[in-house]
């Protein structure tokens, strides 16, 4: 059965950091495209950054570029999604995704939320 499951989330000051964690299980890690999306409250679900399956290659939202590196462990079937320089509008419930055969899997989410 596929699982994604978000780990990492906190509370942290602006200009911190935080670590987002998605653990992978049922599909094989490599072969897929992994994404962090994130939700504030009262807005729609956004894409923040993806990882392609084969080659590894990155997309980042404007929002967070620069900032925010997305990588993985295949080995682990492990996706992380490094934040740094946080801001109080990074605050959201981040979820990972992948999509196998058409069908769109999610976490359940972590809650990060920037204030001081």
């Known amino acids: 059965q596929l699982q994604l499951v978000e780990s990492g989330g906190g509370l942290v000051q602006p200009g911190g950091s935080l670590t987002l964690s998605c653990a992978a299980s049922?599909?094989?890690?490599?072969?897929?495209?992994i994404g962090w999306f994130r939700q504030a409250p009262g807005k729609e679900r956004e894409g923040v950054a993806c990882?392609?399956?084969?080659?590894?290659?990155?997309d980042y939202a404007d929002s967070v570029s620069g900032r925010f590196t997305i990588s993985r462990d295949n080995a682990k079937y492990m996706t992380y999604l490094q934040m740094n320089s946080l801001k109080p509008e990074d605050t959201a419930v981040y979820y990972c995704?992948?999509?196998?055969?058409?069908?769109?899997?999610w976490g359940q989410g972590t809650q990060v939320t920037v204030s001081s």
């Open positions: 995704n992948t999509k196998l055969a058409l069908r769109d899997y």
């Open positions: 049922g599909f094989t890690l490599e072969y897929y495209a």
């Open positions: 990882i392609h399956g084969t080659g590894g290659g990155t």
